[in-house]
């Protein structure tokens, strides 16, 4: 996905710990954050003075997820951040209590209206790259119950996922067939 975000003209805005994510963006900065000094809490709220078109998350961890979640609903669409979980819907359940690290009650609604879609990558040794794609979902909001509203973008008893529409997201050009 990073690829394809480098071949935009978007300014990306890359926070992480570790410098694990490879982009090859021309209009990049990619910011290092230490807790000890610089935080990713204040690493994304500086982001917003650089204007980017993309804020990206090497791995959310901690109360900054709700920065991160208000900083994609201002203007800054097509962001992408790793967490970790058991499958899609967890995604959104760890955003959860994340934000939770620092409000009482996490405004799911926030989360519903900043987060598209989420890819569930799961450890896979047989595959040649080490790990495989094991759900997409779109998240449609909530119900009158504040439960997540799911759409599977997956289809195929070959194992295979269709990512369906994804290009409105800019993060494919056409709808593609994955593999897995």
Request: overall charge negative; some cysteine.
């Amino acid at each position: 996905m990073l690829q394809i975000v480098a071949g935009t003209q978007d300014r990306v805005y890359i926070v992480e710990d570790n410098p694990e994510l490879q982009c090859s963006a021309e209009n990049m900065l990619q910011i290092l954050v230490q807790a000890s000094s610089y935080t990713h809490q204040r690493a994304i709220k500086d982001a917003l003075r650089y204007r980017p078109d993309r804020i990206i998350v090497g791995e959310v961890r901690d109360g900054a997820a709700l920065d991160l979640l208000k900083a994609w609903n201002t203007g800054h669409p097509g962001g992408l951040a790793t967490i970790h979980a058991n499958d899609p819907a967890g995604m959104l359940d760890r955003l959860v209590q994340l934000v939770e690290e620092v409000v009482p009650k996490a405004p799911r609604y926030l989360i519903a209206e900043s987060v598209d879609i989420c890819v569930h990558i799961k450890r896979d040794r047989s595959h040649p790259a080490g790990r495989c794609i094991s759900g997409i979902v779109r998240v449609n909001g909530l119900d009158e119950r504040g439960q997540w509203v799911l759409e599977p973008l997956h289809a195929s008893p070959q194992t295979t996922f269709h990512i369906q529409g994804l290009s409105q997201y800019g993060l494919y050009d056409t709808d593609e067939i994955i593999p897995v």
